[in-house]
């Protein structure tokens, strides 16, 4: 879990010492598969957090299989070998709670199952929202009436994109950036979109698409191990290089559409 800042190890080796037994959550490993996405300093803490802990830590719990290969790729490279027994997983869920649905007038004067694709994530590279800005620029430039609404708060490494967003000539008409909505107006997303696009390069789990299905809406993610894990057949997958995949699938739902 989030404790790679903590100076736990200390109390940890003494909680051993009086025979506790120690299980770490891991939600991902992206830090050390995928440093290009995270700043230094936390690629730094998660490699440390690993070394101090491959001598403490009885075993692991990922929060999805693919997370558990890869913790298991890593380990071995680092000559920690643990038991199958000692490395589990398990998967995350919506958030079951009725928040009461609710939305600003921008929003409901703007977002619609009519023509509203979602994006629901923290702004950062490895999210890939520029994939969906190329997509729905040729979608755009193509006549297609479609709106994108991007939903989370801004993260790191995002200036350019963020200047590429405000600078569009789409923005505020078919091009929209939502940093600060609460649940209740996120439910509203939800409900009120026509399909999730989350083209994201890796996650631990990719709980906006569970989040999504939750309430019915359809899905449309990045061919990846993890989201084919999640999503298995249920939701529809696209070429991660090839925005003109999106492309397509839009158009193709837009045409079924009418």
């Given amino acids: 879990d989030s404790s790679w800042h903590l100076p736990a190890w200390a109390a940890i080796a003494k909680a051993k010492k009086d025979g506790a037994g120690v299980i770490a959550v891991i939600y991902d490993l992206i830090p050390i ?24 830590v009885d075993g692991y719990i990922s929060i999805s299989k693919t997370v558990r290969q890869s913790l298991h790729a890593y380990l071995s490279g680092m000559s920690s070998i643990l038991p199958n027994e000692r490395l589990g997983y398990f998967y995350l869920g919506a958030d079951v709670v009725q928040h009461e649905e609710s939305a600003r007038e921008q929003l409901v004067k703007n977002i619609s199952k009519h023509d509203s694709y979602l994006i629901v994530s923290t702004i950062e ?27 989370g708060r801004v993260g790191w490494k995002v200036d350019e994109l963020l200047g590429r967003i405000k600078e569009h000539p789409e923005f505020n008409k078919q091009l929209f950036l939502w940093r600060d909505l609460d649940d209740g107006e996120l439910v509203y997303c939800y409900k009120h979109s026509k399909s999730l696009v989350f083209p994201s390069y890796v996650e631990g789990f990719g709980l906006p698409i569970i989040e999504a299905q939750h309430h019915q809406l359809a899905v449309l993610a990045s061919d990846t191990p993890i989201h084919r894990e999640v999503g298995g057949g249920s939701i529809s997958y696209f070429d991660l290089n090839q925005p003109a995949d999106l492309v397509s699938k839009i158009i193709a739902i837009e045409t079924t559409a009418y």
């Fill in 33 to 56: 598969t995928h440093p290009q996405f995270c700043e230094q300093a936390l690629c730094d803490f998660f490699n440390d957090w690993f070394q101090q802990g491959k001598d403490k």
């Fill in 125 to 151: 590279p490895r999210k890939n929202h520029a994939y969906l800005l190329d997509a729905f620029s040729e979608l755009w430039c193509q006549g297609y009436k479609l709106k994108l609404h991007i939903v």
